[in-house]
């Protein structure tokens, strides 16, 4: 009961407290009450029928309640206790009609039919919250059955009127004095036994809070009864208190009715269009609807997003005159309007060859699919699903120069795989070793090794760019290249004719760095010249010492009249010469700087007694080991042994 109580709006539990004590005293401070009500006394009549006719207009009031949204409701249960509501409205019209006092209405007012006709009113008041609370019926009926609830009440309702207002003489006395009888009391609490029932069953019986009102209904009419079994006369105060403790019993009834039949159906349509609402606006789809003129009547967010209109600017308006558009940007003629013709035929109709019109004037290519809007078998609209296609048609024209930079990047490679045979003639050698891996499909750097009696001539390079570019400049440098070491010997001859080419004939932004070498093998000579590339190791077998070969020419292609040279060293047995590109000893971690640590720590892992080619798969493989990243471009290692 404490949690009961405690879930109550604080306004009604302090409205029941006061209730309590009003009622205590009431009953307690007798002559006080009397003696402050005789003033008004004589009003009595005027104010109980102004209290019956309250009372009266709620019950009515009840009774449509339950009739109006009992389409919608279809529950037996509480249309009889509508139903029944209007037959206690029409006995208490009847009790306020013949009230000793009031005119002549069928028959002379008087307290014995009065007092019956209230007795009819609150059994049958009392018999129904019986029935509907402790007694529910669970059969839900047609709504053509309503009627018939109704008309057995009015049936009831003639036949106790025709009783009482023909056998009222003889029917047992219920008021004697202007005091209630024995038996009219027994009536009343029979009525208050049902009502400490259904307050006891909604309480304790786990009921929920919806019947939190039919509590308090039944609390006060319990109120009410027990005053009317207190009075000494019909016009003194208990009397009077007893129709105002009904008529706040009947406001918490109507509250009852009002939330289960009209506040409750509301808000959960309300919430249920709030759902379906927050649904629509949930889909990536532009949804709206058009009833039979073609007006709008909803659309969802991103329907709006995607035409950039505000909603009070589309609703009622002509969507079609408002959007629909050729490709062109002209009106599209609205009979052949997917939209129209859906509405003549109410056939579904979609296309992806539609365009529309935003606000700031951008025409945009649309899917659009229509679909007609039923209600009971006929169509009274049209709802329209459109799809904004700008962006797939942006990712077919990707993909379009995705598929043609594929056919331009497999022609590179087939111009890049083109030139290996000119680079595979000195595969017979065992002395040397070449190996080159591309980061991606292409390979940005270059590498030749040109055998001629007992001179080796060797080249590596790094062509600036990557891709398609890098391709052609490769194929350019290798036929120069073989030009110019059929003409020159000396590497910085080499470099000196190969720069004037590749500025003459590449864009200023590009370069190249290069390392030309030639080893005599009968003289153990070693000659080099390197243009802005990675220095020559030199590891010395004899004494294990790894040492860097350069002279610090800049790259190819940067200054038209750039100067090179050429140096020599002697090789002894078992030395090793170590080419390579900026990709082998690139790492990219704040605490492991790019150097030759990582060659120098793999080349000392490796069997130097392996041929050239061996040496420098090993090598590579040993470097990308001992790397802490990844590998982030191509990567060229040529070995030459002494």
Avoid at 227 to 242: D, I
Avoid at 247 to 276: C, F, Q, T
Avoid at 581 to 603: F, H, K, M, Q, Y
Wanted: contains cysteine; negative net charge; aromatic residues 12%.
């Amino acid at each position: 009961m404490i949690a009961f109580i405690q879930r109550m709006a604080p306004h009604t539990r302090l409205l029941a407290l006061v209730s309590i004590l009003f009622f205590v005293l009431l009953n307690f401070q007798i002559d006080f009450f009397s003696e402050l009500y005789q003033p008004i006394r004589h009003n009595h009549l005027a104010l109980h029928a102004i209290l019956e006719m309250v009372s009266i207009f709620v019950s009515i009031t009840i009774a449509l309640h339950g009739w109006v949204p009992f389409k919608e409701t279809m529950s037996a249960n509480w249309l009889l206790f509508s139903s029944v509501f209007l037959v206690v409205a029409l006995l208490d019209l009847m009790h306020t009609f013949t009230f000793a006092g009031m005119p002549y209405f069928i028959i002379a007012s008087n307290s014995q039919a009065s007092i019956w006709f209230w007795v009819a009113a609150r059994l049958t008041e009392s018999i129904i919250f019986l029935i509907v609370i402790l007694l529910p019926l669970k059969t839900r009926v047609k709504f053509s059955s309503g009627k018939y609830f109704y008309l057995f009440g009015l049936l009831y309702f003639l036949v106790v009127s025709f009783v009482i207002f023909r056998f009222y003489a003889d029917l047992p006395l219920i008021i004697d004095n202007g005091h209630p009888t024995l038996l009219k009391n027994g009536f009343e609490y029979l009525a208050m036994i049902i009502h400490v029932a259904v307050l006891f069953k909604v309480i304790y019986g786990g009921s929920t809070m919806i019947y939190r009102e039919i509590a308090l209904a039944s609390f006060y009419l319990i109120l009410s009864s027990w005053l009317f079994t207190s009075y000494e006369e019909m016009n003194e105060y208990r009397n009077m208190a007893g129709h105002i403790f009904k008529v706040l019993g009947y406001y918490y009834l109507l509250r009852h009715m009002y939330y289960r039949k009209i506040e409750k159906p509301y808000a959960d349509l309300h919430d249920l269009g709030a759902r379906h609402e927050l649904l629509l606006n949930s889909v990536a789809e532009g949804i709206y609807g058009i009833n039979k003129e073609g007006k709008v009547t909803f659309i969802n967010a991103s329907a709006l997003r995607m035409l950039g209109y505000e909603r009070a600017e589309i609703l009622g308006h002509d969507f079609h005159d408002l959007i629909h558009r050729t490709a062109e940007g002209s009106r599209f003629a609205k009979e052949n309007c997917l939209t129209s013709q859906t509405a003549l035929d109410g056939k579904s109709r979609n296309s992806k060859n539609q365009f529309f019109k935003r606000k700031d004037g951008l025409i945009f290519p649309v899917s659009m699919k229509t679909e007609p809007m039923l209600e009971n078998g006929e169509q009274n609209g049209t709802v329209i699903t459109f799809s904004d296609l700008s962006f797939e048609l942006q990712f077919d024209e990707l993909q379009r120069e995705k598929r043609q930079f594929e056919l331009e990047l497999n022609l590179a490679v087939k111009l890049q795989e083109s030139l290996n045979p000119q680079q595979m003639k000195w595969k017979d050698q065992e002395d040397v070793g070449a190996v080159s891996v591309p980061f991606r499909t292409l390979n940005g750097d270059f590498y030749t090794i040109v055998p001629r009696g007992n001179l080796l001539m060797m080249a590596i390079a790094d062509i600036s760019g990557k891709g398609i570019p890098a391709a052609i400049q490769k194929s350019m440098m290798v036929y120069a290249l073989e030009d110019f070491n059929s003409r020159y010997e000396q590497p910085h001859d080499v470099l000196t004719s190969m720069n004037t080419f590749i500025h003459d004939y590449t864009s200023d932004y590009s370069f190249v760095t290069v390392t030309m070498v030639n080893y005599n093998k009968a003289t153990r000579l070693f000659s080099y010249s390197t243009g802005g590339h990675e220095p020559i190791l030199w590891y010395r077998a004899g004494c294990s010492e790894l040492i860097e070969l350069h002279t610090k020419n800049p790259a190819l292609g940067i200054f038209e009249d750039s100067l090179y040279t050429t140096q020599s060293v002697e090789l002894e047995p078992g030395d090793l010469i170590i080419l390579y590109t900026d990709g082998v000893t690139e790492c990219r971690n704040e605490d492991s700087p790019d150097g030759i640590e990582l060659l120098w720590e793999a080349l000392m892992r490796m069997d130097h007694t392996q041929p050239g080619d061996i040496l420098a798969q090993q090598l590579l493989d040993e470097v990308n080991q001992l790397r802490p990243n990844e590998v982030h471009d191509d990567q060229t290692i040529i070995i030459l042994k002494a």
